[in-house]
């Protein structure tokens, strides 16, 4: 009903079918033909031919009113695909733990709303499980995770690779008999950890410490249970927590053992009552990846999000 509405327009903008046959480079009987069969549909006339210039009948008054509607209706929304493709406007919804929105998130975010400040971001904290659940069901656009998850249904960019570390408290006796395997902060944050120069700590020596864990179905948990398993240790686990950051801190009060990454090292105060201690790079090297569902259509927003985290990435 209405279908070439750009033709019905010309002829009432023109009042003329032929000059609006050739502001549309047809010629008037094909124009003729598409107007008459516009109007049998309808069922009823849209211009009063009888009239010198070309008027329209009151049933043409209320199509031409529809049709402006329906123009501006489609200008808005080419306008909005424009602003979209110029990132003038859009959101990114975007998820992590809380060791990665405190230290990962903020710089990548200050940089991409100082470039687009219109492009609004939402920042969901979660564990791992509740952020891919948000993930696959679309509630987020981007997930910033260390987990691996399948490759079937999770499309993935490398931000860093990263790697984890064995945290002790400083006051447990066992740190006495390996000193020389300590690592300071600075063989941390400059990643002198990593040469060969630098061995992983013998873990059996920890067989029998209280440890702190995350919870299944976190990539950290899985690599602490295969490093035990390696060891055959059966680990004495006072506690299983959510966040690698409240392990940690549990850590730092002295409570147990925690498996933290060189991340959250780097990008945490560092506490005098905690030392740490490189692990088999088998087990303890990883990827830092953004994930998205795959086969989600990616928006210009996120490609843009994703090159500023690229620009962003600590080496």
């Known amino acids: 009903m209405f279908s070439n509405p750009e033709y019905v327009y010309e002829v009432y903008k023109e009042r003329s079918f032929s000059k609006a046959a050739k502001n549309l480079f047809i010629s008037q009987p094909a124009l003729s033909v598409t107007i008459k069969r516009i109007e049998h549909k309808i069922g009823c006339p849209i211009f009063d031919r009888s009239t010198n210039p070309v008027g329209l009948t009151e049933c043409g008054e209320k199509y031409i009113e529809v049709i402006k509607q329906y123009m501006d209706l489609q200008n808005g929304f080419m306008n909005y695909l424009s602003n979209l493709e110029e990132l003038k406007v859009g959101e990114i919804n975007v998820g992590g733990s809380n060791l990665f929105t405190s230290c990962i998130l903020p710089p990548i975010i200050a940089r991409f709303t100082k470039r687009y400040p219109s492009i609004e971001i939402n920042v969901v904290e979660a564990n791992t499980p509740q952020l891919d659940q948000k993930l696959m069901d679309g ?9 691996i998850f399948d490759s079937s249904s999770h499309a993935s960019v490398l931000y860093r690779m990263e790697n984890l570390l064995l945290a002790v408290p400083a006051a447990y006796p066992v740190n ?48 602490a249970m295969s490093i035990f398993e ?21 850590t730092c009060s002295g409570i147990g053992i925690s498996f933290v990454t060189d991340t959250l090292v780097m990008n945490t105060y560092h506490n005098p009552n905690v030392v740490f201690y490189k692990l088999d790079p088998e087990y303890s090297r990883r990827a830092l990846c953004f994930f998205y569902k795959n086969g989600k259509y990616v928006t210009r927003a996120m490609e843009e999000f994703l090159k500023i985290a690229s620009e962003t990435v600590l080496n």
Do not use: C, W
């Open 139 to 147: 509630s987020l656009d981007l997930i910033v995770d260390n987990y």
């Open 176 to 223: 006495n008999q390996l000193k020389n395997y300590q690592l300071s902060l600075d063989d941390i944050t400059s990643r002198r950890f990593l040469s060969d120069i630098f061995p992983a700590v013998p873990f059996e020596r920890f067989a029998n410490e209280p440890f702190i864990l995350l919870k299944s179905g976190n990539d950290t948990r899985d690599r």
């Open 230 to 250: 390696h060891h055959h240790i059966k680990p004495n686990v006072l506690l299983n927590l959510d966040q690698q950051m409240t392990s940690y801190n549990v």
